[in-house]
């Protein structure tokens, strides 16, 4: 009988059981124990017990009370301890929860970013071409160029961009359009060590990616065997200087291995491993912002090339030298090129101007159509543009109308002194275009171009389309 | 020609050796500085939308913004001082609430 009253009792499981607190069960225990007892007294009365067999009862019943009164107090001492301690707990819980809490918000907030940081980026493109007079549509899946970036501390950053192609026999073609190490070693000095793309001019370095650049295709003598060289291998200390509170003077000055004598007479500027002469390139861009979004800009490089030998070294043929025949050696010429350009980019506002001009000095290289090396006259190169962009971002109510952007870019690009580049190239180009901006660096437009070459008046009129997004 | 490649080359070499030291030596971005991140959106509004369209502050985290915006001080001849405003600025608004 005690065994299951003991078990009433204990806390936790008996007050589950029966909804009741300890105190209760106690007092309907003791009723039941008082109970017993004087149903016990009658029945000794009745049994007529005798007075030792009575008090020996006695005793054991108070022995039981004795039993019963230390387990309550026990228990109630335990349940309270209990309760003490869950109230701890809970607010060692609550303190614990709130400092977790502080801590994730620290971690997010100011939590050190480790002393090696990177970022992939870059961009990739795809559209198609519809050219009104012969040629063939296409579908041309443009470029994918990732862009790796690696950062030490605020010391060291490489950046490496590749750019990816396919031809037209659907061949891959990969390029390394930049690979340079930026050493920060002042908050006005950088300096540049690799490949880097040329300071020259701003389309090149600023505006070429496809999510940047409003029309999607380099005006004519900006891209390939322009005017505006691609790029470089050497050294170049570039920054920005304050000037007052709100203007800027920025500079990037350039020492490279210089441009080489294309094939077809013209001048590569592609950036190369080896350089081709005792003497390098130097060139750069000096830049002011008087305000932050009008930027004008003049460059200039002057440089050596090498005029070419009709076969490779060492493959001379003695038995083709008559005494009547002579033979011209490649000469070195210089290359001077000097350009201005300027840029405004208020609010939905975005105006472009660039020009540039490049003087190569009469050389003797080898040259295609004579099958010999021959004098090739002096060469000028002219290109330049005029590009004025407009969001529609501050037009009416509607965020649709918003993401439109119609862009206009007219330019010419001028060649003498070289009867085959001016022939493929020499034109003007007018460009006019819409851009839908789903995101600020994803973009779907629709272009027109009409090219009109120079030397033979031909028209050339393309449908563009394009998509193109950066990381 | 020369000379020149001579003097920028002992420039830039003697600036490799001393370089290291003077950035390690600047205070690093504080994305809880208020100042710091005021004057960095100030500069974000004034510097980033000058060659392209303005990118969100949403779309990267802390680490990415501190590589991305250093790569634009080469870009974009910014002063190392304004582009640690701007880290600042871009590592505390890019938070998703």
């Not at chain 1, 105190?23 to 003791?30: A, Q, Y």
């Not at chain 1, 050190?112 to 990177?118: N, Q, S």
């Not at chain 1, 010419?412 to 819409?434: C, D, Y």
């Not at chain 2, 002063?79 to 998703?96: C, E, H, T, W, Y």
């Amino acid at each position: 009988m005690g065994g299951t009253v003991l078990q009433l009792i204990r806390p936790g499981k008996g007050n589950s059981m029966m909804g009741l607190k300890p105190n209760r069960i106690f007092l309907s225990t003791l009723t039941f124990i008082a109970l017993a007892f004087f149903l016990s007294i009658n029945s000794v009365r009745a049994q007529e017990p005798t007075n030792q067999e009575l008090l020996d009862r006695i005793e054991t019943l108070e022995q039981e009370l004795q039993y019963f009164r230390e387990s309550l107090a026990t228990n109630t001492a335990r349940s309270e301890q209990a309760e003490e301690r869950a109230e701890a707990a809970e607010i060692k819980a609550e303190a614990a929860a709130r400092t977790a809490e502080n801590a994730v918000n620290t971690a997010s907030a100011v939590a050190p970013l480790p002393d090696t940081k990177w970022h992939l980026a870059g961009y990739a493109d795809a559209g198609a071409m519809f050219r009104t007079n012969g040629g063939d549509d296409t579908f041309a899946f443009g470029h994918f160029n990732p862009v790796f970036l690696f950062q030490y501390k605020d010391i060291v950053m490489f950046e490496g961009e590749l750019e990816f192609e396919i031809d037209e026999d659907g061949n891959t073609e990969v390029a390394l359009e930049y690979a340079q190490l930026d050493f920060f070693l002042h908050d006005n000095i950088t300096l540049v060590v690799g490949k880097f793309l040329s300071p020259i001019g701003q389309f090149k370095e600023r505006l070429h990616p496809t999510w940047i650049n409003k029309i999607g295709y380099a005006p004519a003598g900006f891209g390939h065997d322009g005017v505006q060289p691609g790029g470089d291998v050497g050294i170049m200390v570039r920054g920005g200087v304050p000037v007052g509170k709100r203007s800027m003077f920025t500079y990037s000055l350039m020492v490279g291995n210089g441009p080489r004598m294309g094939h077809e007479g013209n001048i590569s500027f592609e950036g190369f491993g080896k350089d081709d002469n005792q003497n390098k390139a130097f060139g750069g861009r000096i830049g002011f912002l008087p305000v932050p979004y009008l930027e004008l800009g003049f460059s200039f490089l002057k440089g050596k090339i090498d005029g070419l030998h009709g076969e490779e070294e060492g493959d001379a043929h003695p038995e083709s030298i008559s005494l009547d025949s002579f033979e011209f050696e490649p000469s070195t010429a210089t290359v001077k090129l000097w350009g201005a350009d300027a840029a405004y980019t208020r609010g939905p506002w975005d105006f472009r101007f660039e020009y540039l001009k490049s003087v190569r000095d009469p050389i003797y290289s080898f040259d295609e159509e004579e099958g010999e090396v021959a004098l090739l006259p002096e060469m000028t190169l002219t290109a330049w543009y005029v590009q004025l962009a407009y969001r529609l971002s501050e037009i009416g109510n509607s965020s649709f109308l918003h993401k439109f952007e119609p862009v206009v870019r007219y330019g010419k690009f001028n060649i003498s002194g070289n009867h085959h580049l001016e022939e493929a190239n020499a034109q003007t180009r007018l460009n006019i275009g819409l851009n839908y901006w789903i995101a600020p660096s994803l973009v779907a437009r629709i272009g027109y171009e009409r090219r009109k070459f120079l030397e033979e008046g031909l028209v050339e009129k393309i449908i563009l389309l394009q998509a193109a997004y950066g990381f | 020609m020369n000379t020149l490649k001579n003097l920028i080359l002992t420039a830039a070499l003697s600036g490799m050796i001393a370089g290291p030291g003077l950035a390690y030596a600047q205070a690093a971005p504080d994305q809880t500085d208020p100042a710091q991140i005021a004057r960095g959106a100030k500069a974000w509004a004034d510097q980033c939308g000058r060659c392209h369209n303005v990118r969100a502050p949403a779309e990267f985290n802390d680490e990415d913004w501190y590589v991305a915006v250093a790569h634009m001080r080469v870009r974009g001849n910014i002063p190392g001082d304004v582009i640690r405003d701007i880290q600042a600025f871009l590592m505390a608004s890019n938070k998703k609430k």
